[in-house]
Nanobody
Framework: QVQLVESGGGLVQPGGSLRVSCAAS????????MAWFRQAPGKEREFAAG????????YYADFVKGRFTASRDNAKTTIFLQMNSLKVEDTATYYC????????????????????WGQGTQVAVSS
């Protein structure tokens, strides 16, 4: 069984920065598909950034391009999301997700494609 543990997050003013991390452990998970999703109150969970199996090149949702940077460690079991120029509308719970499968790019954005989820970390952007 794979466990995903997120850290980081918190309260920041508009224009500020935060970094969240997600470490995968357990089972034989390595180099797997991992992604960041977010969910604001009353809204559906949406894809923010992700990595295909064995790949360190991130894919981004349009709304984060130029502001967020995703990365993963060499073992490909930990991913990071550096969030800059944060806006009030970025306020949400940010979730880490992992899949034991090798998802094609178009499926990275589908939350139903993922097998494992972290508990979520809250990001609040407010003045």
């Amino acid at each position: 069984q794979v466990q995903l543990v997120e850290s980081g997050g918190g309260l920041v003013q508009p224009g500020g920065s935060l970094r969240v991390s997600c470490a995968a452990s357990g089972g034989t998970f390595s180099r797997g598909t991992m992604a960041w999703f977010r969910q604001a109150p009353g809204k559906e969970r949406e894809f923010a950034a992700g990595f295909r199996y064995g790949d360190s090149n991130p894919y981004y949702a349009d709304f984060v391009k130029g502001r967020f940077t995703a990365s993963r460690d060499n073992a490909k079991t930990t991913i990071f999301l550096q969030m800059n120029s944060l806006k009030v509308e970025d306020t949400a719970t940010y979730y880490c997700a992992a899949s034991s499968g090798r998802l094609i790019t178009s499926r990275l954005r589908d939350p139903n494609a993922y097998d494992y989820w972290g508990q979520g970390t809250q990001v609040a952007v407010s003045s």
